[in-house]
């Protein structure tokens, strides 16, 4: 089974479009989708950028947000636009990393997406974050001190440093073996590339 | 008839894109397309940029040359990656405003991306601008005459200013009134957003 690689960030906004969409396209398409959550934040510091370019560039801010909206309609989705944007990630990615091959992951990930675009909740608060897990059924206390754990924090600067190192520069970003796609609007490409290509040519670098 | 304006630059890859599809794909709607060529260098230089976000994030830049050939694969259009990129635009969008409303403009346009994009060539240079003038049997001479004058150069100027006035900050750009949409993966959306919208609603401010 071929494997489509997400690499999202829990405060980005299109992020938000592709982890509420990605599983049943990757399901139609016969695709393990694999969630690779990663920090932005470090870098768009190594860009020069000390926020989101939403942030630091009025017009393109002005603009995202009634995209947001209409891309929203257009897949059906529930939108708030987030009171505080963008919001620290941190210790959902770090629950997130927790998760991995967990049977939770997947609906945690959709939750706290969930709540940051659609209800306008603070996803950095640990009861929010907590709720989250329980209401899955997860059992937040271990998970929340797993989360808080140097090793976890380690773990998750490795992430978003091999972020870096495979040219990630945006969230979300896509992967079928070496061949990167970025963007919600790449998500079908991304998608069909998979579906076209053998597992042994997705597994090779292509240029 | 509904209009959909297409603001580009014909240095803007993406815009190379929507150039080659818009025609179409307007026409199997019932739109009437108003090509609106404008510089998108001053508004780079406003945003602190001296080139193309392209040229000046190494990360993104590569994966632009790799995403244009898979989105020209796509759409079943001629890619060659320019040997310069940015290219100089301005004779090109000072003949393109001598055009409005004549016969050959948008044949002009679609013609000086290719040389561009699908070729390779200079379209700074004159003489290739004449070619494609004289091949639409416009007469060269006299429209890159007036393309010359302090007039032309004022108004490329003005529409310039009226780009940035209106909140674009990249290319290409939509409009459906005031309703405005960024980049070639947004055009099969403005297309749809007008025929669903009365003239009037189109024609109003929406948030």
Redesign the interface.
């Known amino acids: 089974m071929q494997t489509i690689e997400f690499w999202f960030d829990f405060g980005s906004n299109y992020s938000y479009l592709s982890m509420m969409r990605i599983q049943r396209l990757a399901q139609e398409a016969g695709l393990r989708v694999e969630l690779k959550p990663f920090m932005l934040g470090p870098i768009f510091k190594t860009?020069g950028w000390e926020s989101s370019p939403f942030v630091l560039?009025t017009?393109?801010g002005?603009?995202v947000w009634?995209?947001m909206q209409?891309q929203c309609a257009?897949y059906a989705l529930r939108w708030q636009r987030p009171s505080v944007f963008p919001r620290n990630a941190l210790l959902a990615a770090r629950v997130a990393l927790q998760g991995e091959g967990a049977p939770w992951l997947a609906g945690f990930c959709e939750r706290v997406m969930l709540a940051n675009f659609a209800d306008d909740r603070e996803i950095g608060d640990e009861a929010l974050i907590a709720g989250i897990l329980d209401g899955l059924g997860a059992g937040s206390a271990a998970i929340i001190a797993a989360a808080k754990t140097d090793a976890c924090k380690a773990a998750l600067r490795a992430r978003s440093a091999e972020a870096q190192a495979r040219?990630?520069?945006?969230a979300p970003m896509f992967f079928i073996g070496d061949e990167?796609?970025?963007?919600n609007?790449?998500l079908e490409?991304a998608i069909a590339?998979a579906t076209t290509t053998t597992g042994d040519k997705a597994g090779s670098v292509t240029?």
Chains 1, 2 share one sequence.
């Open positions: 860009l560039q017009m393109k002005n603009y009634r995209d209409r257009k040219g990630i520069f945006g990167m796609f970025w963007g609007d790449r490409d590339y240029s």
